[in-house]
């Protein structure tokens, strides 16, 4: 049975910094894993991917420089470390591998 689960969210203030983790079981193919976003009255978004090697990672244009996706292979883990938080980045995230989806961690930015 796939599992996903999401952990680490939170409310931090505006400049603050947080570290999602995405822990995968149960997947016979790794190959991609992501993160989406979705904040109150909006669509779900892409925050970004990174692949089976763990060295290439890509990031949404609104994230770009602040955020940092990374993967511990031996744990099956992923990580979003955000920096630099603002209120718009407030939102229920989301981990997804093939085809599956984690439950979300809740991120609120405000002071």
């Known amino acids: 049975q796939v599992q996903l689960v999401e952990s680490g969210g939170g409310l931090v203030q505006p400049g603050g910094s947080l570290r999602l983790s995405c822990e995968a079981s149960?997947?016979?193919?790794?190959?991609?894993m992501r993160w989406y976003r979705q904040a109150p009255g909006k669509e779900r978004e892409l925050v970004g991917d990174?692949?089976?090697?763990?060295?290439?990672?890509t990031y949404a244009d609104p994230i770009k420089g602040r955020f940092t996706i990374s993967r511990d292979r031996g744990k099956n883990t992923m990580y979003l470390q955000m920096n630099s938080l603002k209120p718009e980045d407030t939102a229920v995230y989301y981990c997804y591998v093939a085809g599956h989806w984690g439950q979300g961690t809740q991120v609120t930015v405000s002071s």
């Open positions: 149960g997947f016979t193919d790794m190959y991609l």
């Open positions: 990174i692949g089976l090697t763990s060295s290439t990672a």
